[in-house]
Structure formats: structure tokens, C-alpha cells
């Protein structure tokens, strides 16, 4: 009578047990969501902000942006820089040389394209001529805000004139280069440097550095820019 008293007994306590150890491995699992949940905040909390040192010696700090995103003025500077790097040529910064270093700067389709261009811009000195006298100084007037276009993609607008000056033309004439400019994000740049690189290699990697490239550009009135593909 006693052992059977015990065997019951013990049967009434098997189905709390099971209770007990259902609730206890439930609240462990609420309990490991809420911290997942909770570091994912403070991580979101601690990470928005990242120290970039400028060789200026300052330091600020900036939000992160995913690879599909840049921040407005980085795509102006980028082009600026960009159309002054390649379209600003002398005796000592001869145009050959600056296309070599640069047209990776542009998309691979659209760097014949460009340097065709290049070459109607200034017919009586084809760009190939590494002896040419004078200089050709490319002057940016305005650049526009950049327009998102797609993911990863802006239009801005530029007027600019490129200056040349000889020996025959001191007062020098201007050509103007009023154009739609279309711009990529891209995961990687495509300029390296050479083991002794040159002042214009150095201009050309530090703009590679933004990880953007332009693929397309157009006359300032071209409605389809946006549209065509080269």
C-alpha cells in the first residue's frame, strides 16, 4: 500500500516537472531574443557615427553609408575634380599621359566615346600630341546638386570652359563644356598606382578613393541622357 502511494505520488509530480522545464527553457528563450534584441539596439546606437582623420590633422566624425551611397558633395567634388584632372594639360602635364592615369576614372564603355570628344574639342591639336605648346586649363563654373537618377546613380549639371593658351595667342580662347554628367557608385576603384608614381597618378588614385565612376556624358540640353546607354 505504502509503494503504491509513492508510485503515485511520483506520477503526479513527472507532469509539473515537464511543466517546470517547458516554462523554464521558454523563458530562457525570451530571455536570449530580448538581449539579441538589445544589442542589436546599442549596436545601432554605438556604430551611426565613425572617426575619419582629414591630412589636414582635423578629425569629425561621419555617418556610415552603405556601398550604394554618397553624400551630395563628394559626387560634385568627385566630378569636378574629375573633368579638371583630365581636361587641364601643359608641356609638363602632357594630355597622353594624364588619360592614361585618369580614364579609368570613366566607365569602360564610354571611354572611347569620351576621348573622341576630347579630340573634337580641339581639332587643329589632336590629344595624342605629347609635344604640344601651350597649355589647355579647364575652369569649372557650376556644378549642380546631384540628382538620384537609380540606385547607386546622380545626374549633375556642369558648365565649364576649357582656356587655351600659345605662344601665337597670348590672350588665349575658350571652348566652352556645358554638359550632363552621369555618375555610379562602384565597389571598387579601378585606379592603381605605378611603383613611381607621378603627381598626376596620385590625383587620379586619391579621386578613385570615393569609389565612383562617371558613365555617361551628355550635352547640357540632351532630354535622354538619363535614358542612353553608350
Known amino acids: 500500500m505504502q509503494l503504491l502511494k509513492s508510485e503515485t505520488k511520483k506520477n503526479s509530480i513527472l507532469p509539473l516537472l515537464a511543466v517546470g522545464t517547458f516554462g523554464l527553457h521558454l523563458l530562457t528563450l525570451l530571455l536570449l531574443m530580448f538581449h539579441g534584441s538589445m544589442l542589436e539596439l546599442l549596436n545601432r546606437r554605438l556604430t551611426p557615427r565613425s572617426l575619419v582623420q582629414l591630412v589636414n590633422g582635423n578629425a569629425i566624425t561621419v555617418d556610415p553609408k552603405s556601398s550604394a551611397e554618397r553624400y551630395p558633395e563628394t559626387i560634385r567634388r568627385f566630378v569636378g575634380e574629375t573633368m579638371t584632372l583630365m581636361l587641364t594639360w601643359s608641356s609638363q602635364q602632357p594630355p597622353a599621359a594624364i588619360w592614361e592615369s585618369s580614364s579609368s576614372l570613366l566607365a569602360s564603355n564610354l571611354q572611347s566615346k569620351f576621348l573622341t570628344e576630347i579630340n573634337n574639342l580641339n581639332l587643329t591639336q589632336q590629344f595624342g600630341n605629347t609635344n604640344r605648346s601651350g597649355e ?15 540606385e547607386g546613380k546622380w545626374q549633375v549639371e556642369m558648365l565649364a570652359h576649357q582656356l587655351i593658351f600659345n605662344n601665337s595667342d597670348n590672350l ?21 598606382l605605378p611603383n613611381t608614381p607621378l603627381p598626376w597618378h596620385l590625383a587620379a588614385y586619391r579621386l578613385g578613393e570615393a569609389r565612383l ?5 551628355c550635352d547640357i540640353e540632351d532630354k535622354n541622357c538619363s535614358t542612353k546607354s553608350n
Open 136 to 150: 589647355h586649363i579647364f575652369i569649372v563654373e557650376r556644378i549642380s546638386q546631384p540628382t538620384p537618377i537609380g
Open 172 to 192: 588665349g580662347r575658350s571652348i566652352p563644356f556645358n554638359k550632363q554628367i552621369l555618375v555610379q557608385a562602384i565597389d571598387e576603384s579601378a585606379i592603381s
Open 213 to 217: 565612376e562617371i558613365y555617361n556624358i
